[in-house]
Nanobody, 127 residues
Framework: QVQLQESGPGLVKPSQTLSLTCTVSGGHITTDYFYWTWIRQPPGKGLELIGF???????SYPQSLKSRTAISRDTFKNQFTLQLTSVTPEDTGVYYC???????????????????WGQGTQVTVSS
């Protein structure tokens, strides 16, 4: 059974870059064919797709976040990472990494769209 675990700072200052890592165990991120995805949930709101990197290393981001987002991977460490630049307080929320078996297309996904989830990590953007 694959397991995912998010890690990274819980507090980021406005205008800085948010960096999170998802460590995967029980399966390799290069195994076909999965979508390793970052999702967030702002306080009081629903889930929001941030982007994904697939088993082949290809990335995709929704238009609303594309200019600020980069997802990369380290196949030796079996990790994938999120970098979100120029953060504002509106980027505050719980950030999740997840694995999907089909290409994420909804900008507001549901939990059922992914078969494995990390526990989530709270990120607060504040000075």
């Amino acid at each position: 059974q694959v397991q995912l675990q998010e890690s990274g700072p819980g507090l980021v200052k406005p205008s800085q870059t948010l960096s999170l890592t998802c460590t995967v165990s029980g399966g390799h991120i290069t195994t076909d064919y999965f979508y390793w995805t970052w999702i967030r949930q702002p306080p009081g709101k629903g889930l929001e797709l941030i982007g994904f990197i697939n088993s082949r290393g290809n990335t995709s981001y929704p238009q609303s976040l594309k200019s600020r987002t980069a997802i990369s991977r380290d196949t030796f460490k079996n990790q994938f990472t999120l970098q979100l630049t120029s953060v504002t307080p509106e980027d505050t929320g719980v950030y999740y990494c997840a694995r999907g078996r089909s290409r994420p297309v909804q900008t507001t996904p549901s939990r059922a769209d992914f078969d494995s989830w990390g526990q989530g990590t709270q990120v607060t953007v504040s000075s």
